[in-house]
């Protein structure tokens, strides 16, 4: 196992721990019957949250709201709309620090560059979700690498290219001096 090994694995066993906190301080501080348990996060990789719901509480809810079925429907499965929204945050607190001190990944320098027809775009430290086919990991810094290269090329009266046909290759290559995603963890 190597040096950014042992941090993810520090990273999951800490989150780990503190959403088993937060589920038992929940269970045991309620005398609800809990259908829907659940740990978040963004699409921005931001730190994970707790989120839960009981048959209690969406009862409370569909009342105090006036909920039809169809609202029922529509919130029963949503974390965002969850009277135990950020349940447990304060058993998070590691967690949370272990995510603000990560690189920031938007701050690394994106390069952008187009010769003899081809237009070559390097993004530093993409990391893949690992056993997910979710693409939002390279779409969202492809786009705005390339949006900020459109807007570039437009100032700077330069050539904007146009492609009826084109081919994507990726190629991943790991730099063991580069720093991890979490490297004071």
């Known amino acids: 196992m190597n040096y950014s090994d042992d941090i993810f694995e ?46 209690e509480a969406l009862k409370k809810q569909s009342i105090a709201q006036n909920w039809d079925a169809y609202d029922i429907v529509d919130f029963k499965w949503s974390s965002i709309d969850s009277p135990y929204l950020e349940f447990g945050s ?24 187009y010769e003899k027809e081809i237009l070559k775009v390097s993004l530093p430290l993409l990391i893949p979700h690992r056993k997910e086919v979710y693409t939002n990991f390279i779409y969202k810094p492809l786009h705005i690498a390339l949006q900020n290269w459109y807007l570039e090329q437009v100032k700077s009266d330069r050539e904007i290219p146009s492609f009826e046909e084109c081919m994507v290759c990726f190629v991943h290559v790991y730099d063991k001096r580069a720093p991890t995603p979490f490297p004071s963890y």
């Open 90 to 113: 304060q058993y998070f607190h590691q967690v949370n620090q272990a995510f603000l001190d990560r690189i920031d990944i938007h701050s690394l320098k994106t390069e952008v560059e």
């Open 10 to 55: 520090k990273l999951v066993a800490t989150i780990e721990e503190a959403t088993s906190q937060a589920a038992i301080d929940l269970f045991n501080s309620t005398n609800e019957t809990f259908y829907f348990f659940v740990l978040s996060t963004t699409g921005e990789a931001l730190a994970p949250f707790v989120s839960a719901w009981s048959y």
